[in-house]
């Protein structure tokens, strides 16, 4: 059980949060508040803070693509959660894809390696 007072939400109430599949693959960022990281705690399925819409939400509610939350760490300045998930339905990503950061890379694939002799 994550102690809240451990945690520091910032200037709006809140912490990022990382998700990550069971298998490592990281699936998406979105932010809690205490009250959407209690229902999370409570429901074993993630619940955000919409910065958009100014509310809460609860992850695959709608789509079918909900996270059984597997386990939560905070990091060492206690700014920021990793969610461990089991990713349910087809993906995390409102787009449609399994992650968030699927084929969205930013540095180009090299397409050979260099090789150094010694």
Same mark, same amino acid.
């Given at each position: ?16 949060? %990382?998700?990550?599949?069971?298998? &490592?693959?990281? =699936? ?7 009250? +959407?990281? $209690? ?32 386990? %939560?760490?905070?990091?060492?300045? &206690?700014?920021? =959660? ?7 339905? +087809?993906? $995390? ?26």
């Amino acid at each position: 059980m994550i102690d809240i007072e451990k945690l520091t939400f910032d200037e709006k109430g809140l912490l990022p949060a %990382i998700v990550q599949e069971e298998n &490592g693959q990281v =699936l998406m960022l979105a932010y809690m508040n205490k009250e +959407s990281l $209690a229902k999370t705690i409570e429901t074993k399925t993630t619940w955000f803070w919409s910065r958009s819409r100014q509310e809460l939400w609860n992850k695959g509610a709608t789509s079918g693509n909900m996270q059984q939350v597997k386990d %939560i760490y905070y990091d060492c300045d &206690g700014d920021t =959660l990793l969610v461990i998930v089991h990713q349910q339905g +087809s993906g $995390a990503c409102h787009t449609g894809t399994y992650s968030c950061f699927s084929g969205r890379n930013l540095l180009p694939k090299d397409k050979e390696l260099a090789v150094v002799e010694q």
